[in-house]
């Protein structure tokens, strides 16, 4: 749990520091810019920006009912972000499992990635693969 936070923390620390160094330079205005820089960058590499994630069991017993797939990911992919930001709203439609959470997750990861924690790893039909694009894996998914 701490090592998905550990990035998104050291940001908005790192984030305090530079702002505090600008304003107690006498330039406030760069200081708040790059403050929320920071803060955007920490947001985006939490885990806050992805669905609610499911044990590899449960995300696998729900996705046999309903033919969803299944993302393995990991906060702080950049791969991970740039699927779940492509795929915006219709990233609910999927199932996710982050693998620093679910040593089952993982273990299925590196049994179809030659013993690698590659993500994100999407199971679909049966069939991995492994950084899909995310117009693929979009056009998959329910609805238009």
Known sequence: MIRAWLTPILLALAGLLVAGSRVAGG???TGLALLALFLVLAGANSPLIFPRSLTSAEALRRSGADGRPVV???PGCTY???LRA???G???EAYWVNIWRDPEGAAAVRAVNDGNETVPT?????RHHTNPDPAWLRSRLGGP
Do not use: F, I
Not at 122 to 126: E, K, M
């Open 80 to 82: 991970c972000m740039r």
């Open 122 to 126: 999407v199971l679909l039909a049966g």
């Open 27 to 29: 330039n406030p205005v």
């Open 86 to 88: 492509r795929l915006g």
């Open 72 to 74: 393995y990911w990991r």
């Open 90 to 92: 219709r990233a609910r």
